[in-house]
């Protein structure tokens, strides 16, 4: 079985300070994952993905996740936040053994207050 | 550029009549996806599309349709036989080959459509 939990359905921080967005996937073969943002009315683009070759991984805006495999995390933080950070976020697991089918958290709703 | 087109970006449809909802790729992928997404939820999977002339039905497959006659196409047809059509309809694109998560090809997503029916 497989399946992606977004722990928070909604996150609020100020402008400034850091920002969490906490992922746990459960598999039994070792995954490919992803965190994706979604603005309003928009289609969803890739902030970054897990590759082995690091467990510390950078994507775009600043924001970075750590793929940390006992825990079965993929968490993502900003050192700190802006108001265009703002938007809805979404993990993504993917395994190659399924058909290469992506499965979906639920999202987390990201509030910057000024 | 390279990237996904959906259009149009807002339709509107009376109950009862049929929609197709288009989407193109220019990316050269083989692999191209449909998803469904209403407020405060996650993404649902209603078709998929590894090679042309070919396609799985997703988790919500019943009340639509797809062709893949064309790699870089994949329209999503909405029939009258969806009991809740009115939603905000994703497509996306992926390359499927490799293995193992150092060729962790993710998806590329479209715009999307948002489809109102009444």
């Known amino acids: 079985a497989q399946s992606v939990t977004q722990l928070d359905s909604h996150v609020s921080v100020s402008e400034g300070t850091p920002v969490l967005l906490r992922c746990n996937y459960s598999?039994?073969?070792?995954?490919?994952l992803f965190w994706y943002v979604q603005h309003p009315n928009k289609g969803l683009q890739l902030l970054l993905k897990?590759?082995?070759?690091?467990?510390l991984v950078k994507g775009i805006n600043g924001f970075e996740a750590e793929f940390k495999k006992s825990e079965t995390s993929f968490h993502l933080t900003k050192p700190s936040a802006h108001m265009s950070d703002a938007a809805e976020y979404f993990c993504?697991?993917?395994?190659?053994?399924?058909?290469?089918?992506?499965?979906f958290g639920t999202g987390t709703s990201l509030t910057v207050i000024p | 550029d390279g990237g996904i087109t959906q259009s149009p970006k807002y339709l509107f449809r009376k109950e009862g009549q049929n929609v197709t909802l288009s989407c193109e790729q220019n990316?050269?992928?083989?692999?191209m996806y449909w998803y469904r997404q209403d407020p405060g939820q996650g993404l649902r999977l209603i078709y998929y599309s590894q090679i042309v002339n070919d396609f799985q039905k997703g988790d919500i497959a019943e009340g639509y349709s797809v062709s893949r006659e064309k790699k870089e196409s994949f329209p999503l047809t909405v029939t009258s036989a969806q009991k809740n059509p009115t939603a905000f309809y994703l497509c996306a694109s992926s390359t499927p080959k490799g293995q193992g998560a150092r060729y962790n090809s993710p998806l590329h997503f479209g715009n999307g459509t948002r489809l109102t029916v009444t």
């Open positions: 897990y590759t082995s070759a690091a467990t």
């Open positions: 598999s039994s073969y070792s995954p490919s």
């Open positions: 990316l050269n992928h083989d692999a």
């Open positions: 993504v697991v993917k395994l190659e053994n399924t058909g290469n089918q992506f499965y």
